[in-house]
């Protein structure tokens, strides 16, 4: 499949090279609100085209899908306009903020055809089935708690990283980053939440 990657954010380089071409797919293109970043991101990682806005992307017709790599307050209005160009869809994560805007998301890809994945790519992880399937088979046991430990150096972040621009991430760090452990407590007890 052909996927071009709106954005040219840390995240973007990464999941392109490891998670879009490793699975065979190829990067046709790249559109930045730059055509400088653009022209930057095409060269290092051997983009062919690349273009200095994100629609001009889209209406490229060789491109089949898109990796959604902007920041999150982004997700949805991209997400409806690359439905609506017929381009399937990779998103990265967290989708939206609210239930009604992934809704909305997800009736656009279905409308439109197009299939939607969100770049979540631990939950799709074979070890994920597992610790499903052993936490419901009861061979644990009767799991009442779990601990998860996630992190990283921070001193290797960038001041304008997105986890620290509220106007770009609005929940900041726990949605960047700590959600992953929330996800992995969730994904333990099959999205059933608490009552008490």
């Known amino acids: 499949m052909k996927f071009g990657v709106l954005g040219t954010g840390g ?41 200095g806005s994100y629609q001009e992307l889209l209406d490229d017709p060789e491109i089949e899908a898109v990796y959604i790599a902007l920041p999150s307050v982004l997700h949805k209005e991209w997400t409806l306009k690359a439905a609506k160009a017929k381009k399937h869809i990779l998103c990265e994560k967290p989708v939206a903020f609210y239930t009604a805007d992934v809704i909305e998301m997800m009736a656009a890809c279905k409308s439109a055809d197009v ?23 009861g061979e644990l046991g009767d799991v009442t708690s779990v601990f998860s430990h996630f992190s990283f150096d921070m001193r290797t972040m960038k001041d304008d990283a997105i986890r620290f621009r509220p106007d770009l ?28």
């Open 115 to 137: 299939v939607f994945l969100d770049g979540t790519f631990f939950k799709h992880h074979p070890r994920n089935a597992e610790i499903g399937r052993l936490v419901t088979s």
């Open 11 to 51: 995240i973007a380089g990464k999941v392109l090279t490891v998670g879009i071409r490793r699975s065979g797919n190829t990067v046709l293109a790249v559109g930045s609100r730059s055509i400088d970043s653009a022209t930057m991101f095409a060269s290092k990682f051997d983009i062919p085209k690349f273009y």
């Open 169 to 196: 991430e609005r929940t900041g760090v726990l949605g960047d980053m700590a959600w992953y452990t929330v996800r992995f407590g969730l994904h333990v007890y099959n999205y059933e939440l608490p009552e008490k």
